[in-house]
């Protein structure tokens, strides 16, 4: 499984600071991960659903800690790019997604 595409959304909140959209082999996307900022810094949260008592629960999340790894080493690889070319006035403009 390879991450072929991730599109960034930054957001203006004090923890969550964007959603993402992720393909996989150019053939199945995953929106709604998060980029969160926590006590030891960035974290990606999997897409997840509240219950009827409040909680979440994870509607799809790696299977082991190696992909969990190689899955937030490429998102975060990507938000610090489009950070940086946010910063910089680089980043082109990305027409909106339809749903």
Same mark, same amino acid.
């Given at each position: 499984?390879?991450?072929?595409?991730?599109? %960034?959304?930054?957001?203006?909140?004090?923890?969550?600071?964007?959603?993402?959209?992720i393909t996989l082999d150019h053939c199945?996307?995953?929106?709604?991960?998060?980029?969160?900022?926590?006590?030891?810094?960035?974290?990606?949260?999997?897409?997840?659903?509240?219950?009827?008592?409040?909680?979440?629960?994870?509607?799809?999340?790696?299977?082991?800690? !190696?992909?969990?790894?190689?899955?937030?080493?490429?998102?975060?690889?990507?938000?610090?790019?489009?950070?940086?070319?946010?910063?910089?006035?680089?980043?082109?403009? %990305?027409?909106?997604?339809? !749903?």
């Amino acid at each position: 499984m390879n991450i072929t595409d991730v599109r %960034v959304f930054p957001v203006e909140e004090d923890k969550l600071k964007a959603y993402v959209t992720i393909t996989l082999d150019h053939c199945f996307v995953v929106r709604d991960l998060k980029v969160i900022h926590g006590s030891t810094g960035l974290f990606i949260a999997m897409p997840a659903k509240k219950r009827k008592d409040g909680t979440y629960k994870d509607i799809a999340h790696p299977l082991n800690a !190696d992909t969990r790894s190689q899955m937030e080493r490429v998102i975060l690889i990507e938000y610090e790019r489009h950070l940086h070319q946010a910063q910089t006035g680089t980043l082109a403009p %990305v027409a909106a997604e339809l !749903d």
